[in-house]
């Protein structure tokens, strides 16, 4: 019997070693932004990306920081008013690129309309609108098409208030569930007729992808980056963690790593610490 007890501790012991050592072992793409929320100072929202503190993210006043988010940074950014907004300065790194990756865990708690702002980089006013941003779409329907999706509505100042758009697969969010979503857009900053992708995963597995044929140019808004009332519409009420915003297009497998080091899977904890576990006793045994 305490044999078997110090077995069990043993292992018990080698998956919080391989949970202490995962992020070292594994090489991560490195965001440009990336919001953590359980570190915010007064209204500041420290940035853990490559631009460091001219990343950082300001709170409008009224917005809240919270707890208790499923990832491994458990902070969380509340928007439950249409007010409730996190801005950053103008970024001209994320003006500038052609290929964009967005990361977050998101909750959707209410507000459920058919055109709600989360989360981009736009610029509403004033007119001529310039940048990109997505709403939840028809979070009310329960019946396709376009039901429970996120719309990637894209705007460039030269044309007007021209417009494209690009559509997630139905079900994409589920209200009250978290998930973590990540979206890799091509083709931003293209002149002249072209097609922007949008490639788009659900917890680590691509869920939908999405395509328009436009002449519009996406990128190079005066803005900053949002999360919340980023545009004219009424918010999404939803609590955002651990968002990250890459200036270069993500793999699938890079996709799925940064989900994995976010949220591990529990089987796979369980594989490592066990063959982890299992060495240690061989190594016991071969001592002896």
């Known amino acids: 019997m305490a044999t078997r007890l110090s077995r069990v501790s043993l292992l018990a012991a080698c998956a919080l070693a391989v949970l202490a050592l995962a992020p070292a072992a594994l090489a991560l793409p490195i965001p440009a932004l990336e919001f953590h929320f359980d570190d915010a100072v007064g209204a500041t929202v420290p940035n853990h990306g490559s631009l460091g503190t001219f990343g950082d993210g300001t709170l409008v006043p009224g917005t809240t920081i919270g707890s208790g988010a499923p990832p491994r940074f458990s902070g969380l950014l509340a928007i439950d008013s249409s007010s409730d907004l996190m801005s950053t300065t103008d970024l001209d ?171 591990p899977e529990p089987g796979t904890l369980v594989l490592l610490a066990t063959g982890l576990g299992g060495l240690v006793l061989r190594r016991r045994r071969a001592r002896r």
């Open 93 to 263: 790194v994320l003006d500038s690129a052609n290929e964009l990756t967005l990361s977050f865990f998101v909750r959707p708690t209410g507000n459920y309309g058919s055109w709600m702002d989360m989360i981009g980089d736009c610029k509403a006013t004033p007119s001529p609108h310039q940048g990109w941003y997505f709403q939840a779409r028809d979070m009310e329907r329960t019946t396709s098409p376009r039901r429970r999706g996120m719309v990637l509505v894209g705007y460039d100042a030269g044309a007007g208030n021209s417009y494209s758009l690009l559509y997630s697969a139905d079900d994409y969010i589920i209200p009250n569930d978290w998930h973590y979503l990540t979206i890799v857009l091509k083709n931003l900053a293209v002149a002249g007729a072209h097609t922007v992708i949008a490639e788009i995963y659900r917890d680590g597995l691509l869920f939908s992808t999405a395509s328009a044929g436009t002449s519009l140019q996406m990128a190079n808004t005066p803005d900053g980056f949002k999360i919340g009332n980023a545009m004219w519409d009424g918010s999404l009420y939803a609590q955002y963690s651990t968002v990250a915003v890459y200036d270069y297009a993500l793999t699938p497998s890079e996709v799925w790593d940064v989900y994995t080091y976010h949220y």
